[in-house]
């Protein structure tokens, strides 16, 4: 496996993984990690958004493109080896564990 890839997870397909890039990556889950609250119930993934769109590399994401994509795939990632949750109910609200 080369290193500029990683291989990512989802919790919605368990033992299939699918490769993205690396820096991207990496960014992404740096800016996110830190907005998210550690306790149930969370935020909101528009809040998530709005929150760590600051703190992206704006060479990776100008602009905050994408973001909402790169979002999503460290989000499932990140669930699906359990580091964070969604609270239950409706909307969907992220926090850490």
Not at 37 to 43: A, N, Q, V
Not at 49 to 61: G, I, T
Not at 63 to 77: F, I, R, Y
């Amino acid at each position: 496996m080369s290193d500029d890839k990683i291989e990512v997870e989802n919790p919605n397909t368990p033992g299939r993984t699918t490769r993205l890039d690396r820096s991207k990556y990496e960014a992404m889950r740096a800016a996110f990690l830190p907005v998210l609250p550690k306790d149930p119930p969370g935020l909101k993934v528009a809040e998530v958004k709005a929150a760590l769109l600051p703190h992206l590399d704006q060479s990776l994401f100008p602009g905050g493109a994408k973001a909402g994509w790169w979002l999503k795939a460290v989000q499932l990632d990140l669930e699906a080896k359990g580091i964070i949750a969604r609270a239950t109910g409706s909307p969907v609200r992220l926090y850490r564990r």
